[in-house]
């Protein structure tokens, strides 16, 4: 949920992160690609309608196996014939009342990187709704928190004692993939660091190849999306782009075991998808452009615009430099400065129609049952229900450590929305969404980048008119303008976090979107 440069972290303990941890993470990283793969196709019969079940020794069996592996009891295990070290290790856990299938498990890359997953099938019909693959942002935060506090089948209630069923499930027409990325966020799990999104995505499609095997049936009939919020904004068009280039080189191709992964949308919520426009959102934000009329003075305007000066400069020159430590930590430093002024304020940053210290209550980032989610997951029934590794101590929703590596990185000051136009020239559409009442990722600054896209429809896009978007009962959702593969849309009354804020407005947006109604 945070974003990078959100909470002020100063330069001496970016400088030590980047002087150990960063280090370690560029070594032998295993890729899931074309180039890499090994071993003969062995086959494999579907036996159920639904899903095919493949076990260690690549036999099929309508019977489920009790299998002991790293600590962790599983009901199934598969083993992908052509890379015989990835494995997806399975379970069927009863959580909350939601009659829909659901799945959890890791995928495990190799022997040094476990990425645990939450799926759980359509309330509708799963057979033919779309496939999502749910990202929560950070960097380093769960995607836990998009399951039990934003549109899972059950949100967290009761401090974190109990499940409550949610009508505004977003599986109510889509079988959904919770997936905790990269590792060592949520439950997953490495002796190693992944510090940047490009890395992120290779390991992302990795995993999906791994569920595909499994779920064979969801890549020939189910259109697949990938969405998230936030710094989901740097993960997805990564993703998205591995995803595409992975796609054409199987075109024609005789690589046996991997498939063509059916990707036709992108949708990000409040993200955080480009440095410089964020800040700049930020200060037009603040300075009399936003929802509210104005929360700085004159003074702290001038000052904000000649800061931003400087960050637009400096990250321009870490770009150029391709990512010189010493000029990306200075640009990193000069674009955080431009939110100090906002947290003298005491305002919620997910949404500032509130008040909120975030410094007195970290854990919660403002919103109570943040705290709730790690205090339910952390149950001994619920790990054993879930399967989870015993090497994981407790679950924790939001991790330093992988945040503090991709800052060392320089991730964020990365140019994402290099990698965009292609995709949506190629006919993959993207939905950028953000709640109007979010200060940090907010509308502006998501605005300012989808007009930037240099892209064959960015002069469409930028002449078109913003019109509104109404529940089937008339009542206001936002303001939408589309053109070609781009949509915007602005959520009336909503923060960073527009399923928890507008759960009924948000079902509408993302089922009308996923039925193919691209320009809502």
């Known amino acids: 949920m945070w974003i990078p440069l959100l909470i002020p972290i100063t330069l001496a303990a970016t400088a030590v992160l980047a002087a150990s941890e960063a280090a370690v993470v560029g070594a032998n990283r295993r890729r899931f690609s074309l180039e890499s793969r090994s071993g003969h196709d062995t086959g494999s019969e579907e036996i159920s309608k639904r899903h095919p079940v493949v076990h260690s020794d690549g036999t099929n069996s309508s019977q489920l196996h009790k299998l002991i592996h790293h600590h962790y009891l599983t009901d199934e295990l598969v083993r992908h014939p052509n890379y015989p070290d990835h494995l997806l290790r399975i379970k069927q856990p009863k959580l909350c009342s939601d009659k829909a299938m659901a799945y959890s498990g890791y995928v495990d ?126 993960y997805i068009p990564n993703i998205a782009s591995v995803i ?117 209550d970290p854990g919660s980032l403002c919103y109570k049952e943040l705290s709730w989610i790690p205090a339910y997951l952390n149950q001994t029934s619920v790990r054993t229900e879930l399967g989870i590794d015993a090497g994981i101590k407790s679950f924790e929703a939001c991790t330093r450590r992988v945040q503090f590596a991709f800052i060392a990185s320089d991730d964020s000051v990365s140019d994402t929305t290099l990698l965009i136009p292609e995709l949506l020239e190629s006919g993959i559409k993207l939905l950028a969404y953000v709640g109007e009442r979010d200060f940090l990722c907010n509308y502006l600054g998501n605005l300012d980048w989808t007009n930037g896209l240099r892209w064959k429809g960015q002069k469409g896009y930028n002449n078109a008119p913003f019109r509104t978007f109404k529940m089937p009962n008339g009542k206001l959702i936002g303001e939408t303008k589309s053109f070609g593969a781009m949509t915007f849309l602005k959520v009336k009354d909503a923060g960073h976090m527009v399923p928890h804020d507008k759960p009924a407005e948000a079902l509408e947006m993302v089922n009308r979107w996923l039925s193919g109604a691209w320009q809502l």
């Open 109 to 234: 890359i190799g022997n040094q990187k476990n990425l645990f997953f939450f799926y759980i099938e359509s309330r509708s019909n799963p057979l033919k709704d779309p496939v999502v693959l749910w990202l929560n942002g950070g960097p380093g935060c769960s995607s836990m928190t998009g399951l039990f506090f934003e549109h899972g089948p059950c949100l967290v209630s009761n401090e974190g004692k109990d499940l409550e069923l949610n009508p505004y499930s977003w599986n109510n027409k889509s079988n959904i993939i919770y997936l905790d990325s990269p590792v060592n966020v949520g439950f997953s799990i490495s002796p190693k660091l992944v510090n940047n999104s490009r890395d992120t995505a290779e390991d992302v499609y990795a995993f999906m190849q791994i569920f595909y095997y499994k779920f064979s049936n969801l890549a020939k009939n189910n259109k697949f999306n990938i969405m998230g919020e936030s710094y989901a904004g740097m």
């Open 244 to 360: 595409f280039h992975n796609n054409k080189k199987l075109q024609g191709a005789t690589c046996p075991g991997l498939v063509h992964i059916p990707l036709v949308s992108m949708a990000i919520g409040n993200g955080f998808v480009e440095i410089v426009s964020s800040m700049k959102g930020q200060i037009d934000y603040g300075c009399g452009k936003g929802l509210l009329s104005r929360i700085y003075n004159d003074t702290t305007c001038t000052e904000l615009a000649t800061q931003l000066k400087s960050c637009e400069s400096l990250v321009a020159k870490c770009r150029m430099n391709g990512s010189e430590f010493t000029t990306c930590t200075s640009a990193q430093d000069a674009c955080s400065k431009i939110q100090n002024p906002f947290f003298q304020l005491k305002l919620n940053p997910y949404d500032v129609t509130k008040t909120c210290d975030l410094f007195k």
